[in-house]
């Protein structure tokens, strides 16, 4: 009799996750409340503010942490940005993790009461966006935070620590490449070419090739550094795939 409570209990927890997970339209607030509706809406008050409408309820944005509906599902980020202002990212990854991009509603309305976000492309994941697993806190994508999430997963880990080693060979190259295009500067000032002879200024033929070479060197590192640095965050999509399978 025990066995069969569990396995009933069991069956109605997956139905009810299924159902949040955006067979209905629902917020999901602070509280672990769930607040079931027909029509969801995003939309600014008088004041300008945002303003969640589910059905005739009027919901303040601070009260809730995700809500679904016919746009996708969305999570609050208030708690991550400086200002604490409610704002919004939209799920673009399910599964045992989750990942978010941050959205931007328009203020004008799309038709009648009905506001949405503005046109994006898909970005590569990268750490402006937010995780989370199931229905807790969001956290920003970052190598300490996914590492401590995906604990369990070694080969999700090891693709980690690629995305941490290329992100330092690009960090190392930005500082090279800094450093390369201040030897340049430094060069070409101290080889000007004016010279003081007396009052009068006159020209002196130098060769600038060398303050050039560093310019270049420079720009290349720079360019390398940024190369290296996109390619590696490829290595995070990554992880968070194989950990979801």
């Given at each position: 009799m025990k066995k069969l409570l569990i396995l009933v209990m069991a069956c109605y927890g997956l139905n009810a996750r299924s159902q949040e997970n955006g067979s209905r339209n629902f917020l999901y607030l602070n509280s672990d409340s769930i607040v079931y509706a027909q029509k969801i809406r995003l939309r600014p008050d008088f004041s300008g503010s945002w303003t969640i409408r589910a059905d005739s309820r009027k919901v303040p944005t601070g009260q809730v942490k995700f809500?679904?509906?016919?746009?996708?599902?969305?999570?609050?980020?208030?708690?991550?940005?400086?200002?604490?202002?409610?704002?919004?990212?939209?799920?673009?990854?399910?599964?045992?993790?989750?990942?978010?991009?941050?959205?931007?509603?328009?203020?004008a309305p799309f038709e009648g009461d009905y506001y949405r976000f503005r046109d994006y492309r898909r970005q590569v994941v990268n750490t402006r966006m937010f995780f989370n697993k199931d229905f807790s806190d969001l956290k920003k994508v970052s190598y300490n935070n996914l590492n401590e999430a995906m604990a369990d997963n070694p080969k999700s880990l090891a693709l980690l620590k690629r995305y941490r080693s290329t992100k330092i060979t690009g960090i190392v190259m930005y500082v090279a490449a800094g450093a390369a295009i201040i030897a340049s500067g430094v060069t070409l000032m101290s080889g000007s070419g004016i010279k003081l002879d007396g009052k009068v200024p006159s020209l002196e033929n130098r060769s600038y090739t060398g303050s050039f070479v560093l310019l270049g060197l420079g720009a290349g590192l720079s360019l390398g550094g940024f190369l290296v640095g996109e390619s590696g965050k490829k290595n995070i999509e990554r992880a968070i795939d194989n950990y979801n399978r």
């Open positions: 809500f679904n509906n016919e746009d996708g599902f969305f999570a609050n980020t208030r708690k991550l940005n400086f200002l604490r202002q409610s704002s919004f990212a939209e799920r673009i990854i399910e599964g045992k993790i989750n990942l978010y991009q941050e959205v931007v509603y328009d203020d």
